[in-house]
């Protein structure tokens, strides 16, 4: 069965992506973090760190927050925000979107 996945995060329209600049070095895809890896919350006006196991399947989209170096992942149906250097460190491509 294969299912049809939006390469944005549901919530985002053309306004929201003209808003990004940059461009994301690894692929937009599904990745398989290699660590423990930190990530950026935001709810309800409050900004939250949480840690991402070891293992955990993400899934990246082409929104580089170019002025902080952030990407949107998606994880346990969450949006989040992480370093574009800890994809590139911690992660591993395991198919593109």
């Not at 919350?41 to 399947?57: A, C, V």
Request: proline share 4%.
């Amino acid at each position: 069965m294969t299912s049809h996945m939006s390469k944005y995060p549901s919530g985002c329209n053309s306004h929201t992506i003209d808003a990004f600049n940059g461009v994301l070095q690894q692929k937009p895809g599904t990745y398989r973090l290699l660590r423990d890896t930190h990530v950026v919350n935001t709810k309800e006006g409050k900004t939250d760190l949480i840690t991402i196991p070891e293992g955990s399947i993400i899934t990246t989209y082409e929104l580089p927050l170019k002025e902080t170096g952030l990407i949107l992942i998606e994880w346990d149906g969450m949006i989040l925000r992480m370093f574009a250097i800890d994809l590139e460190h911690r992660a591993t491509l395991v198919g593109e979107n």
